[in-house]
Every structure is written in structure tokens, then in C-alpha cells.
């Protein structure tokens, strides 16, 4: 077994001790490994620069079973037993899958350092099944999860909005019901919508009634061809093949036993569904930045600095016209390295939080966010060129700390000299 890069895997595959995991785990990590990065992993780059993951995979995927393990555990064991789903890749049955049997898949899932291959494929299922085994009715379950729990038919989550972001309880998309009492008209709009362009379904956060958390509710809404529903994929900064979505719902008649749970509910069974959502994400994002450290532990390995760290300053144009070159080289050199150093730390911290504060826009290539869209692409671009920041930070100290030795040792007295 190859020995891995410092930081590269969790430290119980680096053979240290874990109290975490039990034989059922370390043999679902093997056979889950070689089963994603033999559909997934290895061409997962080449897929996130077309922009695309092809439709056999999420197919491949759904045969093998390989879906199931990205809903919450416990799995739903009677569901599954019921559609003849009793274990996962010959290695784990479905009744013993824990939480941590979760936490390895979703950290395999995201080995190849990229989140939209794996969200392309998962997304939906893991967000959007959930509310309809916890909250939903017999007669809801009965015609939606056959279909569902064996990717014979796709499905996603969708809640945000353009005008709302992360404000759930602001949403404005609406269900009011037909006279008759049997369907709801929907109207509104949803954006970045994960796996919405190829789901026939949706799980969509609708206003029932009134302003605020206690008007919501959530709704089992059909997408794909379905009449008044209008779909087409965005461009976001990164997650490119993930199928990030804007949906249009002009009138559309949805029966109201589609209902998921009760009415003004919705904020309630959305909260809870956040949580198995956060913590996947937290698991990916910690395998992207192991993934990201290692490759550049790696690299650094392979490289070879230049020993004279001028050549990094020698880029920047900061001429002092009133100090001569030399006077200027010295007394300034580290100096212009730590402001550059520092410009790109200030950098990366507004263009994060422009980020943040634009919420899903913040996110988007188009639109009111662009600029901070663009900017935080740009971050990498102060950092890295012209001297990485760590270098210069290094200069920096080195050189301030040389002037400061020789500054003071041209102040000290000769041996034998006197005041007086």
C-alpha cells in the first residue's frame, strides 16, 4: 500500500490508533473506495471541465446502490428491504449502516477534491428524499419512493430564492389552493437549484399562508415537462457539472395530497433536513481541504525555491523617486514584500465576505453578485504571483530583521572609546 502525503487521509489510514471505527467501517472504507474511484474519482476533473457528468453514471450509481448511503442514518431499513435492498456493495447491511458508514462515503465521494461531480450525482437524493420518509403520508410515500429510492427517477431540494437567499422564513413562491380544494396553483421562482435540471420532482419550500416561518410549507412539485414549469442551468463559480438550476413556476397545478406532512409546517421539517445537509457538506469541504493541503504538500516536495528571494520583489513596481535604487532595495525590500503580503490577505478576507453577504449571488457568474463573484476568483491571483504570500512574509521578517542587526551594530561604540 502506497504511503499517503502528510495531512492527505484521516489519520486512522495513516495507521495511527481510532476509537471510531469498528471492522463494519474500515471494510465499507475499502470496498467504497475502490467502487468511486473506479466510477467516479479518476474522471471526475476531466468531467468538471466539461462541465457535465454523464447520465450512465448517476445510472451506475443507482444499480450499485451507491445512492442510498448519502440519506441520513439510520437508513429506512423497511423501505429498502421492501424495494430488495438489503445491504450496500455486499459489505454493510442496511440495518447496521451508522452514521459513520455516512461520514466515509461522503468523504470518498469528494476525494477528487471537486464537490460538483459528487453533488451532480447525490444532492437531490440526500436533500430531497428525507421530508418525505419522516413527515410525508403512506399514500405520499407509496407513489413517490418506489421510484425515488432506486434512481429510476430524480428529484432535489429546492427552497432558495433570488430575492431571499438564506432568509427561509422570506420566501415568497406561493400555493394557494383551487376552489375545489383538490390542487394548489404555484407560482414563483427558485434559484440555485442543485440537480434541478434533470429532476422530475422537487421538494420546494411553498407560502401556504401568511408571512413569515408559519406560512410555509413543503410540497412534492413535478419539474421535468411538467405545464407551467420552466427550468434552464445557471453558471456558478465552482460546482460547474452539479446542474445548479433557476426554475420558473407560472401557474402550475399541483394535486394537494402531494402535500409533504401538515400545512405551516414547512419551516419546522426544513430546519430539521438542514442539519443532515450541513454536516455532509462539512464532511466534503474537509476532504477538499485535505485534498487541497496534500496536493501542495506534495508539490512543494518537488520544487525547488530560488535561495535569493529578490527575484520576487523585482515584480512589483514601488519606486521611491526620492531614495536612490540601492538605499531603496534595502530599506524597503521587506517592507514591499509584507504589503504585498498583506494586500492579499485583505484581499481573500473582503472578497470572502462580499461573498457571504451576497448570499447565492455572491455565488453566480451573472447577476447583481458578479463582481464579488469575480473578485474572489481573482484572490488566488494576488496570492500566489509575483511571490507566494508565505514567501513574502518570510522576506519580509528575514530583511527586517537584517536592517535592524546592522542598524544597531553601526550604533555600537568602538572597544576603548570613551564620552569624554
Known amino acids: 500500500m502506497k504511503q499517503p502525503i502528510p495531512f492527505s487521509e484521516p489519520p486512522a489510514l495513516c495507521g495511527l490508533p481510532s476509537p471510531y471505527y469498528t471492522p463494519s467501517h474500515v471494510a465499507w472504507r475499502k470496498a467504497c473506495r475502490s467502487f468511486i474511484d473506479e466510477n467516479l474519482t479518476q474522471h471526475a476533473m476531466d468531467w468538471e471541465r466539461e462541465g457535465f457528468v454523464p447520465e450512465d453514471v448517476f445510472h451506475q450509481f443507482a444499480a450499485s446502490n451507491m445512492l442510498v448511503p448519502s440519506l441520513p442514518a439510520p437508513l429506512p431499513v423497511q423501505w429498502l428491504k421492501k424495494l430488495g435492498i438489503h445491504d450496500i456493495l455486499n459489505t454493510v447491511k442496511v440495518e447496521d449502516w451508522d452514521y459513520i458508514h455516512t461520514a466515509i462515503y461522503t468523504d470518498e465521494m469528494t476525494r477528487s477534491g471537486l464537490q460538483g461531480p459528487a453533488a451532480s450525482l447525490t444532492t437531490g437524493f440526500s436533500y430531497a428524499i428525507p421530508p418525505i420518509l419522516k413527515f410525508g403520508s403512506q399514500q405520499l ?33 406561493t400555493a394557494t389552493k383551487t376552489p375545489n380544494g383538490q390542487n394548489y396553483i404555484v407560482n414563483g421562482t427558485k434559484k440555485w437549484i442543485t440537480n434541478g435540471i434533470w429532476s422530475s420532482y422537487a421538494t420546494m419550500a411553498v407560502r401556504t399562508s401568511g408571512p413569515g416561518p408559519a406560512g410555509l410549507s413543503l410540497l412534492l412539485v413535478p419539474l421535468l415537462d411538467y405545464p407551467g414549469v420552466s427550468m434552464r442551468k445557471i453558471k456558478v463559480a465552482g460546482h460547474l457539472t452539479s446542474g445548479t438550476t433557476f426554475i420558473e413556476l407560472d401557474e402550475v397545478k399541483v394535486p394537494v395530497k402531494n402535500l409533504i406532512g401538515q400545512e405551516g409546517q414547512g419551516m419546522k421539517y426544513i430546519m430539521t433536513n438542514f442539519n443532515h445537509e450541513r454536516l455532509t457538506i462539512a464532511i466534503g469541504v474537509t476532504r477538499q481541504a485535505r485534498v487541497a493541503l496534500a496536493a501542495a504538500f506534495e508539490y512543494c516536495l518537488q520544487r525547488a525555491l530560488l535561495e535569493s528571494q529578490w527575484a520576487w520583489i523585482e515584480q512589483f513596481v514601488y519606486q521611491m523617486t526620492r531614495m536612490g535604487k540601492m538605499e531603496a532595495d534595502v530599506e524597503l525590500g521587506g517592507l514591499t514584500a509584507l504589503a504585498k503580503a498583506q494586500a492579499g490577505i485583505v484581499l481573500d478576507e473582503c472578497a470572502r465576505c462580499a461573498v457571504l453577504l451576497f448570499g447565492g449571488n455572491g455565488f453566480t457568474t451573472t447577476g447583481r453578485g458578479e463582481i464579488a463573484e469575480r473578485i474572489y476568483r481573482d484572490v488566488p491571483g494576488a496570492r500566489v504571483p509575483g511571490g507566494s504570500e508565505d514567501v513574502m512574509l518570510d522576506l519580509a521578517v528575514r530583511q527586517l530583521v537584517k536592517n535592524y542587526q546592522n542598524k544597531t551594530k553601526a550604533l555600537e561604540r568602538p572597544k576603548g572609546s570613551s564620552k569624554l
Open 141 to 173: 410515500q407509496e407513489r413517490f419512493l418506489p421510484h425515488l429510492l432506486i434512481g429510476k427517477k430524480r428529484t432535489c431540494i429546492a427552497i432558495t430564492e433570488p430575492n431571499t437567499g438564506s432568509d427561509v422564513a422570506g420566501i415568497q413562491t
